[in-house]
């Protein structure tokens, strides 16, 4: 579950007061994305979408303002919008079927540290030509095999050919047995895994 805070508000202003408010429970590193700013909501949340590339039915926004939220809502219809009753976010936020996953794998629980890296990277991407960011990037792509269903990397490989977005080109979905029975006839699943300048993204490729 990735973290973003959609705020009117000065940056710097809540930076400072940041520590004393939260009394270390949380860090503003935990979000990814921080939109702190005096521009319409609507307009950062939607900057927030095109960086960590998720649908707003993927998505909760919680905002304790009702004209906030109904100007979200509006925006986005397909948007979980929560505030209107504070005493109950805990609860949903713990208990809905939407924030519950069967497995964190080591690349998913590192969303955070790459969506920042990738902000970065968009970043220093703007201040140069395409051809000297390609030169300074330092990608590096290593491909490998996977023969047994009882590598530790198969969690991560699971994960990515059961996503529902654009990762799976086939549309297939494979349950531990249908793994277990390929490589019990000699399948092979190729995957490989990368890394650049900014931060490693781990395996984020299968075949």
């Known amino acids: 579950i990735l973290l973003a805070i959609l705020s009117k508000n ?4 809540v930076a400072d007061v940041w520590p004393h408010i939260m009394l270390g429970r949380m860090d503003l590193s935990d979000f990814a ?26 998505t909760v926004f919680i905002d304790d303002n009702p004209v906030e939220r109904a100007s979200i809502s509006s925006a986005y219809p397909d948007l979980r ?15 809905s079927a ?22 970065e990277r968009e970043s220093s991407r703007k201040r140069l030509s395409r051809d000297e960011f390609l030169a300074t990037l330092d990608l590096r792509v290593h ?18 050919v059961n996503k ?10 494979w349950t531990s047995a249908e793994i277990n029975a390929w490589f019990a006839a000699a399948g092979v699943f190729y995957a490989f895994e990368v890394t650049d300048r900014f931060t490693q993204y781990g395996l984020v490729g299968v075949a």
Request: no cysteine; aromatic share 8%.
């Open 10 to 13: 000065d940056e710097a202003k």
């Open 81 to 95: 919008v929560l505030g209107s009753d504070l005493y109950y976010l805990r609860r949903i936020l713990l208990w």
């Open 164 to 173: 529902s977005n654009q990762f799976n080109s086939t549309g297939r979905r």
């Open 33 to 58: 994305v921080r939109k702190i700013n005096w521009q319409p909501k609507a307009q950062n949340l939607a900057e927030i979408f095109g960086i960590i590339n998720v649908l707003p039915r993927n």
């Open 98 to 119: 939407e924030t519950q996953v069967a497995a964190v794998s080591a690349e998913s629980g590192r969303r955070t540290e790459m969506i920042q890296a990738q902000a």
């Open 143 to 160: 491909l490998f095999e996977l023969r047994d269903p009882h590598d530790p990397r198969m969690a991560r490989a699971s994960e990515l």
